[in-house]
């Protein structure tokens, strides 16, 4: 069994920061790929920043530049930087993950979501 568990959301004013992270624990083999999503009430899950085993990164156009993804791998635990945040980017973000179980399944896991409110 893999779990991904979020922490870090909050409430910020525009303009702040949140940090934002992902513990994955469990059954796991390798993290081929983690990403973080958001999901805004009425409005689809989108990607927000992705992180390959590679080191590739991926960033919505919208976020580049104000957010990055980091990762610390003793820790099997990844990180979303998020500066200048804008009241439009609240959103309950989801960390994701496409793991590798010890039983050599490839498998695509979601935390639970953490509330991220952007507002004065």
């Known amino acids: 069994q893999v779990r991904l568990v979020e922490s870090g959301g909050g409430l910020v004013r525009p303009g702040g920061s949140l940090r934002l992270s992902c513990a994955a624990s469990g059954s796991m083999s390798t993290i081929n790929a983690m990403g973080w999503y958001r999901q805004a009430p009425g409005r689809e899950r989108e990607l927000v920043a992705r992180y390959t085993a590679t080191g590739s990164k991926t960033y919505a156009e919208s976020v580049k530049g104000r957010f990055t993804i980091a990762r610390d791998n003793a820790k099997n635990t990844f990180y979303l930087q998020m500066t200048s945040l804008k009241p439009e980017e609240a959103a309950l973000y989801y960390c994701?993950?496409?793991?590798?179980?010890?039983?050599?399944?490839?498998?695509?896991?979601w935390g639970q979501g953490t509330q991220v409110t952007v507002s004065s």
């Open positions: 994701n993950g496409l793991i590798t179980t010890t039983r050599g399944e490839v498998r695509e896991y």
